[in-house]
T-cell receptor
Framework: AQKITQTQPGMFVQEKEAVTLDCTYDTSDQSYGLFWYKQPSSGEMIFLIYQGSYDEQNATEGRYSLNFQKARKSANLVISASQLGDSAMYFC???????????????FGSGTRLQVQP | DVKVTQSSRYLVKRTGEKVFLECVQDMDHENMFWYRQDPGLGLRLIYFSYDVKMKEKGDIPEGYSVSREKKERFSLILESASTNQTSMYLCASNRPVAGGETQYFGPGTRLLVL
């Protein structure tokens, strides 16, 4: 079973509009973390935002916010006022303890390609 | 700023060759990671290391080995490259602190095995 599911392989949005990228996750841990990364065409992975499982407030970083719904196990990324430079692949990831060793590592979703149109 | 560097951006090798991918970080991070990225599959963890000479298998370690002789350097080794190892390889590092544990990534190496 997939641990991180991103159901939107591709999304289009008009410049200056808001867009929501979906992410659902599966874990039996009580303590875990959720991350969003951006990967432009150049290939580097850029950290955007983090949400801890015990955080009561939704995380925000500038134009990025994370809509965390713990009961539904979803962690959607909201980008407000889209810009052309937001066109990229976006990955949702979860940090949890590995079953075999207890060490914590990230598991990534398959990604969503966002294209911002002028 | 954290800097993670990888020895090559692009690499072309032949089937059966031994391939070394090098990763260096300058922030004294304990943890280092190797992922491969394939379209539609996202990033999958190959190996990670939580200390010098310590390593742990990730989700897809078959066909790979790693070496961490110094804290700042983590090498991925393909003992005998095969065409199904053509992929983008990403290195990352972080410090195992409670909370964010954000991973910082290198620019990636695009490996083509012919």
């Amino acid at each position: 079973a997939q641990k991180i599911t991103q159901t939107q392989p591709g999304m289009f949005v008009q410049e200056k509009e808001a867009v929501t990228l979906d992410c659902t996750y599966d874990t039996s841990d009580q303590s875990y973390g959720l991350f969003w990364y951006k990967q432009p065409s150049s290939g580097e992975m850029i950290f955007l935002i983090y949400q801890g499982s015990y955080d009561e407030q939704n995380a925000t970083e500038g134009r990025y916010s994370l809509n965390f719904q713990k009961a539904r196990k979803s962690a959607n990324l909201v980008i407000s006022a889209s810009q052309l430079g937001d066109s990229a692949m976006y990955f949702c990831a979860m940090r949890e303890a590995r079953k075999d060793t207890g060490r914590r590592a990230l598991t990534f979703g398959s990604g969503t390609r966002l294209q911002v149109q002028p | 700023d954290v800097k993670v560097t990888q020895s090559s951006r692009y690499l072309v090798k032949r089937t059966g060759e031994k391939v070394f991918l090098e990763c260096v970080q300058d922030m004294d991070h304990e943890n280092m990671f190797w992922y491969r990225q394939d379209p539609g599959l996202g990033l999958r963890l190959i190996y990670f290391s939580y200390d010098v000479k310590m390593k742990e298998k990730g989700d897809i370690p078959e066909g790979y080995s790693v070496s961490r002789e110094k804290k700042e350097r983590f090498s991925l080794i393909l003992e005998s490259a095969s065409t199904n190892q053509t992929s983008m390889y990403l290195c990352a590092s972080n410090r195992p602190v409670a909370g964010g544990e954000t991973q910082y990534f290198g620019p990636g190496t695009r490996l083509l095995v012919l």
